[in-house]
């Protein structure tokens, strides 16, 4: 079976439209996929930020509490990190930080 083809400027317009219609459709599922993306990105990124700052916060409580130690009770730092069961590897930092 033969197609016909038909040209004409209203066909032109149509197929022009049918056109910008679908680049238009792809062009959105394309920008829905990156805003999901960056969403994505942006939730992980807070997540990281909480972690980091949780982990400052603990470590600002352990110094605090061996300082508040070692002036109120005149113990030696090794002592008070002792008395607190600090980690080598916090007491290390806490040693840098007093």
Do not use: C, P
């Not at 400027?9 to 792809?26: G, L, P, T, W, Y």
């Amino acid at each position: 079976m033969d197609k016909k083809v038909v040209e004409g400027d209203f066909v032109k317009n149509i197929a022009s439209v049918e056109e910008r219609v679908k680049m238009h459709k792809e062009l959105e599922v394309k920008y829905m996929s990156m805003l999901a993306e960056y969403h994505d990105m942006m939730r992980l990124g807070r997540m990281e930020g909480r972690k980091e700052g949780i982990k400052e916060g603990r470590m600002e409580g352990i110094i605090n509490n061996v300082r508040s130690l070692m002036q109120n009770t005149g113990w030696e730092l090794d002592k008070a990190l002792s008395v607190l069961s600090v980690s080598k590897e916090d007491a290390a930092i806490v040693a840098k930080s007093i």
